[in-house]
């Protein structure tokens, strides 16, 4: 993940996976207690950063997905990312967790064997993210020695879904690639509390996701609207119009997304999987 200054906003870019490719909440309720998983990486390295001087400030990356070369690493990350990528959740899913979880921060180094690399190249995105899920996963266990539990909850989630006039999303759409889309989405912010998706040849699930992580909710999906969109969205640090915004600030989200797209956010609620830590610890850094 890298941070790029573009104008006045400050975007961070995020490939397909960003924090955005969650899973939809599980439709039934079931807690389940997971072991590492036989998939793992060939190599790896951890070893603590302490480049923010506690400041939680400084600039991260991640290239573990999607793959370009079986060498990926993460620089500069907290163990709740990779907890994050490697369950396909947003922070509100994760409990018991110990401080150190959010605040410390380490560079991973890790190599996929040459034979698996070639293997998950030819994968859809959606089934190397999976594979990719399932390494970082091997990678807390045998490093972290991370124990958890998966259990299901009834929580507040939101929806995305089409108006009448969603066919205002036509003038977006792009023509499928002969080879994978693009499928990626950068978000960034400037004064007075704007907010900007950008969509490059990316889905309405993509979308849904993307202002999920923006926003700590769960939204989901529920449009029905297929295919890949290129678009810009831009509006204030709200959901709903802010009597105290000032006139530059934007639209709120809800009038933006009604105007630009036709379409709305929906509150619901919904059974959503939630990881409960069970055991984890500060890696040793080899």
């Not at 990626?184 to 202002?211: C, P, V, Y």
């Not at 999920?212 to 999906?221: F, K, N, T, V």
């Not at 969109?229 to 915004?245: G, I």
């Not at 600030?249 to 956010?265: R, Y």
């Amino acid at each position: 993940m890298s941070l790029v200054k573009l104008d006045k906003f400050l975007f961070v870019s995020l490939a397909a996976f960003s924090l955005s490719a969650f899973p939809e909440p599980l439709l039934s309720a079931q807690s389940a207690q997971t072991t590492a998983p036989a998939l793992s990486f060939e190599v790896t390295s951890v070893k603590p950063n302490h480049s923010d001087s506690g400041t939680g400030n400084a600039p991260f990356h991640q290239t573990f997905y999607p793959l370009v070369s079986p060498h990926v690493s993460g620089v500069n990350v907290t163990t709740k990312f990779l907890l994050m990528m490697a369950y396909g959740i947003k922070d509100f899913q994760l409990s018991g967790a110990p401080a150190w979880v959010s605040s410390e921060r380490f560079d991973i180094v890790a190599n996929v064997d040459e034979t698996h690399f070639e293997q998950l190249e030819k994968l859809s995105r959606d089934d190397q993210l999976h594979q990719v899920q399932l390494l970082i996963q091997s990678l807390l266990a045998d490093r972290f020695k991370l124990k958890v539990t998966r259990e299901t909850k009834e929580l507040p989630i939101m929806t995305l879904v089409a108006e009448k006039n969603a066919s205002k999303l036509a003038q977006f759409a792009v023509q499928r690639p002969s080879s994978k889309p693009a499928d990626l989405i950068s978000t960034g912010f400037g004064n007075n509390g704007l907010r900007i998706i950008k969509g490059n040849e990316t889905t309405m699930r993509n979308l849904a996701g993307t202002l999920g992580a923006m926003l700590h909710q769960q939204i989901i999906d529920r449009t029905g609207i297929p295919g890949f969109y290129t678009f810009d969205l831009t509006w204030t640090d709200a959901v709903e119009a802010d009597a105290n915004a000032t006139s530059d600030s934007g639209p709120p989200l809800q009038t933006a997304l009604e105007e630009k797209f036709g379409l709305k956010l929906e509150s619901s609620k919904a059974p959503v999987e939630t990881i409960v830590i069970d055991h984890i610890e500060e890696p040793s850094p080899n």
